[in-house]
């Protein structure tokens, strides 16, 4: 696509030389045949006014006001003196004795001509000053209007990219040029990105004399290139987008062999401090961000440890005194109390089982590695299986599963969804006293199946909701630090419901109480069509 269709696309989005070059330059047949149609125009008029009667001064006023009007209609001051003198000679010709002829008996017409001339000239002359300030005002607020809109769109972008893209976009719009873009990426530029004046970005590499004077404006810090004393010969006028002591990129503009005045290459200059300002800004929110992660990670790192020394010591010594105690030959020990330290050294390898499968299960959904097996699976044979796992401590207390009128499935993965209800029923179990109910209930709800595990213990406060999903947080007992309390359950269980598209919330229970409650996506019931 040429230069002058693109500009026919984007008549809404002028720059200022498209708007300077339209207002001087014109066809000079249309210019000539508009002068000459206001002279006719306005001797047609006095004509009229003649036959009324009118004198020669208000016919000589409306000869003045056609150059006034061609001034205004035209956009150079070739046409005001032409104008000026044929209404002259229009006058000698049509209303001063003898008429039709050029000669003039009155020894006051040659003073009569010269001051009509002079007054029509200087009038159109003063009207052309006022419509050339006219558009230089037009001219600046357009620059302005371009800064300001520079300006906030560059605070509304979110990228790197995004800023590159408004800085060269307000460049084309101002100088109605091509405009290539040429990040830093290490010690030299990556490959250039150029905006077309239709819009369209090409990635076509540059020439080698053209790479070379863009890598020598990054290198040096100075503009090169076309308008320049340096590299003059390229297309391409090179600037850098700077901020500080950090070089972001280079831009080039194709102005060819066409100067930009002052004005032009002050606005341009102060585009692109905006957009390395942008840029600066862009890049120090990433460091924060980058710098707010690591802290995170630096946290969850330390609670990690923190709670892995505390809980893992607790079992671990149970576990090591107790059967201290059962390999003492010199201790007599009864069968229940055998039975009993036996136990406890089952509950306590359990746990640290159940432990370390929810910390590899976390780290495996945190770092993606894990792959979902989805499979058609039923919500009630999952409940059931789950209730194989639980804690020993449920024993102590009701757990009641409500019975469904239809059968639930759901596309999951069996073993995760599993671990889900596990931990939801144990972490009833752990924060509800001896005796408490659970009850496990599972019903449609649209294109879901809602799970919901409800007890009747002391309940969550509204502020520990949220919370009690975050990793290596305990609902009541705030960081993770008391026994069997890695706050990994809640954390897990919401990653494996959202990883299989559901959610996960916490509700109270009443009269008192909490209802923990998970969505998985339904699985229609598949049907033998085959008869």
Request: glycine share 6%; charged share 20%; with cysteine.
């Amino acid at each position: 696509m040429g230069a002058s269709a693109a500009r026919e696309l984007h008549s809404s989005e002028f720059s200022e030389r498209e708007w300077t070059e339209a207002a001087e330059q014109g066809n000079a047949f249309f210019d000539i045949a508009k002068t000459l149609g206001i002279l006719a125009a306005v001797t047609l008029v006095s004509l009229m006014f003649d036959a009324l009667g009118f004198s020669e001064v208000t016919i000589v006023v409306t000869y003045v006001l056609g150059v006034l009007l061609t001034a205004i209609a035209t956009p150079k001051r070739i046409y005001c003196f032409l104008s000026s003198a044929v209404s002259v000679l229009a006058f000698n010709f049509f209303f001063t004795t003898p008429r039709y002829s050029f000669q003039a008996w009155g020894k006051e017409y040659p003073g009569t001509f010269a001051v009509m001339f002079v007054v029509a000239f200087v009038a159109s002359w003063l009207t052309m000053q006022l419509r050339e300030q006219a558009r230089c005002a037009a001219v600046a607020s357009r620059r302005t209007q371009v800064l300001l809109d520079c300006d906030q769109l560059l605070q509304a972008c979110r990228t790197s990219d995004e800023i590159v893209n408004v800085m060269c976009r307000q460049l084309i719009k101002l100088l109605g040029y091509d405009v290539t873009w040429l990040c830093a990426a290490g010690k030299g530029l990556a490959k250039p990105k150029t905006l077309r004046l239709s819009g369209a970005v090409d990635t076509t590499p540059l020439g080698s004399s053209e790479q070379s004077c863009a890598q020598w404006v990054f290198e040096h810090n100075k503009c090169s290139g076309a308008t320049t004393s340096t590299s003059s010969e390229a297309s391409c006028l090179y600037l850098t987008v700077r901020a500080s002591d950090v070089i972001f990129g280079v831009v080039g503009i194709h102005v060819g062999h066409e100067n930009i005045n002052s004005d032009e290459r002050s606005i341009v200059l102060s585009i692109i401090g905006e957009t390395a300002l942008a840029l600066e800004r862009d890049r120090a929110l990433a460091e924060r961000e980058a710098a707010a992660v690591l802290a995170k990670n630096e946290q969850l790192r330390a609670n990690l440890l923190r709670s892995i020394s505390h809980d893992l010591r607790t079992p671990l010594t149970a576990i090591s005194g107790n059967a201290d105690i059962l390999l003492s030959e010199d201790v007599s020990i009864e069968k229940a109390d055998r039975r009993r330290l036996l136990a406890d050294i089952y509950d306590d390898a359990q746990w640290l089982t159940n432990l370390v499968e929810n910390l590899l299960a976390a780290t495996k959904l945190e770092n993606g590695t894990v792959r979902l097996n989805l499979t058609c699976e039923a919500v009630d044979d999952m409940i059931e299986e789950a209730l194989r796992h639980v804690s020993r401590e449920a024993r102590s207390h009701q757990i009641q599963v409500v019975p469904t009128d239809d059968i639930l499935l759901v596309r999951a993965d069996g073993h995760l969804v599993v671990q889900v209800i596990v931990n939801l029923i144990n972490n009833a179990i752990t924060h509800t006293p001896a005796g408490s109910h659970i009850v496990i209930a599972a019903d449609r709800n649209g294109d879901f199946v809602r799970v919901s595990i409800r007890d009747d213990g002391p309940g969550i406060p509204d502020a520990e909701k949220e919370r009690g999903f975050e990793s290596f947080y305990t609902i009541n007992h705030g960081q993770a630090d008391s026994h069997r309390s890695m706050g990994l359950g809640l954390f897990l269980c919401r990653s494996i419901v959202e990883a299989h598209g559901g959610t996960i919330y916490v509700t109270d229970s009443h009269p008192h109480g909490c209802v923990f409650v998970f969505t998985l996506p339904a699985e229609e019931i598949p049907r033998d069509d085959a008869k």
